[in-house]
């Protein structure tokens, strides 16, 4: 990656709702001219432009196709776009990905921008709570919105314990289902500071007591949050 492109995609997740830095990386990509890219750059103007259009505009059936036609031939040179560790998942916002998973022990690429564009994030921890720790520290995690931790029991009370230290300015709602934080993972999750935004969290299937999830009700983080999914019921 040059650092031309490193800019502009830091400009448009600097700018996230705006169209205009989406438009100058397409033309960016014209530029240089190779066939993955300027197929990019269209299927980027082209989702731009579909975006604004209204449902009943009479050519937005034709860009759609034309969108699916530049994704059949060239989403699977487009998925090794992001960085070692990382896969894209399903869905385009504007030209770009936004959804990604990540397995935290193939990790690399902490400032990537093209990670910075990632809203929802799939997180299987397969390494140790020091480990874990360190990778919630990327710039990825100050942007994601949604986040779910997957993989059976990975995470237990001490990956907890390192994700109640983590800071999420933006996480919207976080899903620790089956992950077997128990009660002091629980505990640990409802005294941290680093959800200010969070409104939804699941912690079904976890090994929870009734005590310990009446207590995380009245904790600073509990006493604040929409809905709580725990005991596979919402408690909230």
């Known amino acids: 990656m040059t650092d031309t492109e490193a800019a502009l995609l830091r400009a448009i997740a600097a700018q996230p709702h705006e169209d205009t830095p989406r438009l100058i990386y397409a033309d960016y990509l014209d530029e240089e001219g190779a066939p993955a890219q300027v197929a990019r750059a ?24 034309r969108v699916c036609r530049l994704l059949y031939r060239w989403d699977v040179v487009w998925q090794t776009e992001l960085p070692p560790g990382f896969t894209r998942l399903a869905f385009y916002c504007r030209g770009f990905p936004y959804r990604a998973a990540l397995t935290a022990s193939l ?26 720790a360190a990778v919630l520290t990327w710039p990825i995690f100050g942007r994601v919105t949604e986040l779910v931790l997957r993989g059976h029991g990975l995470l237990n009370k001490s990956g907890a314990a390192a994700l109640a230290g983590g800071m ?12 077997q934080i128990g009660d002091r993972g629980l505990a640990a999750l409802g005294t941290s500071s680093g959800f200010p935004r969070l409104r939804e969290l699941d912690v ?27 005991g596979g019921e919402a408690a909230q």
């Open 107 to 132: 990790a690399a690429g902490a400032d990537d921008p093209r990670l910075l564009l990632i809203e929802y994030l799939e997180l299987t921890p397969d390494v140790t709570a020091r480990q874990l």
């Open 168 to 179: 999420f300015p933006k996480l919207v709602r976080l899903a620790v289902q089956g992950q």
């Open 204 to 230: 079904s299937c976890n090994g929870v007591s009734a005590a310990a999830r009446q207590a995380f009700a009245r904790s600073p983080l509990g006493a604040r949050l929409e809905r709580v999914f725990g």
């Open 42 to 65: 269209e299927f980027i103007r082209l989702s731009v432009q579909l975006e604004r259009m209204n449902a009943s505009h009479p050519d937005r059936e034709d860009i759609r196709q």
